[in-house]
């Protein structure tokens, strides 16, 4: 944990300034307590987890980095293992998902398509019960993104009918909003969807997952 914890710290250091303006010795610390956190922590890992939410959000951002500061691709390894093992994980549940929704498959996202959120369970979304056209009552995670739609005559969301599902986190409760951020899928059973678009905006600009 303090390893993960760490990484935190060396990665405050350089946002704001973008992804390129990291200073030399925060991107090895920064590295080295990422590589560290996953080597420690893989004997003891439950079933289903691959590395700590903290590892996994920052691999991205050194494996972009890994690209001209090849000297990552050694220090790395076993981080980079561990968010392999996570991306397979993550297709995987997918798969399963896509299967068991497959008659359902509007019924776990946000037909709003900037939204982004999904839910493992059908009951976490809502559907208007208005007077609004049959067609524009698909699952919403909320008023903001069904209001456009919600009147007689308006155009419908419009739906990407290949995406079923975002798999769920290994620790996420049932009941809980998803969004995917970078690498990994962000889950919670407490928030409101529109904060967690905030910590994905905040976390975007930032660079994190550049």
Not at 85 to 108: G, H, V
Not at 135 to 141: G, H, N
């Amino acid at each position: 944990m303090a390893h993960a914890m760490l990484i935190i710290w060396h990665v405050q250091h350089f946002r704001g300034q973008g992804a390129s303006a990291i200073v030399a010795r925060y991107l090895f610390a920064g590295a080295y307590h990422t590589n560290e956190s996953a080597r420690i922590i893989r004997p003891i890992l439950p079933k289903g987890s691959a590395a700590a939410p903290e590892v996994l959000i920052t691999i991205p951002m050194l494996e972009n980095f890994s690209k001209t500061t090849l000297e990552l691709n050694y220090l790395c390894k076993d981080a980079f293992r561990a968010y392999e093992d996570r991306q397979e994980q993550m297709r995987t549940e997918q798969e399963k998902m896509e299967i068991k929704r497959m008659d359902r498959p509007l019924r776990y996202r946000c037909a709003n398509l900037v939204c982004g959120i999904g839910a493992d369970t059908g009951r976490v979304l809502q559907r208007c019960n208005g007077a609004c056209d049959d067609d524009k009552k698909p699952s919403y995670c909320g008023k903001a993104c069904h209001k456009p739609f919600c009147k007689a005559g308006a155009p419908c969301s419009v739906i990407d009918t290949e995406f079923t599902t975002i798999p769920a986190g290994r620790a996420a409760p049932s009941g809980s909003i998803q969004l995917p951020m970078g690498g990994i899928t962000f889950s919670s059973s407490t928030m409101s969807p529109e904060f967690m678009k905030e910590i994905k905006e905040h976390m975007d600009d930032s660079g994190v997952f550049r």
